[in-house]
Nanobody
Framework: QVQLVESGGGLVQTGGSLRLSCAAS????????MAWFRQAPGKEREFVAA????????YYTDSVKGRFTISRDNAKNTVYLQMNSLKPEDTAVYYC?????????????????WGQGTQVTVSS
């Protein structure tokens, strides 16, 4: 069993920055791909960013490219999402997910465990 705990969400103005963290329990973190998804009110959960097991490869949805950066620290069992130049349309609950495989996917079904989510609100 793996547990994920997200933190770092909050209220920020347009153009501001936030850094989300996702701390994982369990011994499989360093061999697992990780991802961030988000869900806005009334919408389905959507892919945001993913990173492979050693941080060597990352992947982003088009709407966040150049603004968001995913990274990981395997010594701390933590994955991060640095979010810059935030826009009101980034407002959502952000979830991290862990995969049982070392390489990422942008399909939600590819992730075995999820955190409880952290709210990000960007005011205009």
């Amino acid at each position: 069993q793996v547990q994920l705990v997200e933190s770092g969400g909050g209220l920020v103005q347009t153009g501001g920055s936030l850094r989300l963290s996702c701390a994982a329990s369990g011994r499989t973190f360093s061999t697992s791909a990780m991802a961030w998804f988000r869900q806005a009110p009334g919408k389905e959960r959507e892919f945001v960013a993913a990173i492979n097991w050693n941080g060597g490869n990352t992947y982003y949805t088009d709407s966040v490219k150049g603004r968001f950066t995913i990274s990981r620290d395997n010594a701390k069992n933590t994955v991060y999402l640095q979010m810059n130049s935030l826009k009101p349309e980034d407002t959502a609950v952000y979830y991290c997910g862990i995969r049982r495989l070392p390489f990422y996917t942008d399909f939600m079904s590819g992730y075995a465990y999820w955190g409880q989510g952290t709210q990000v609100t960007v005011s205009s």
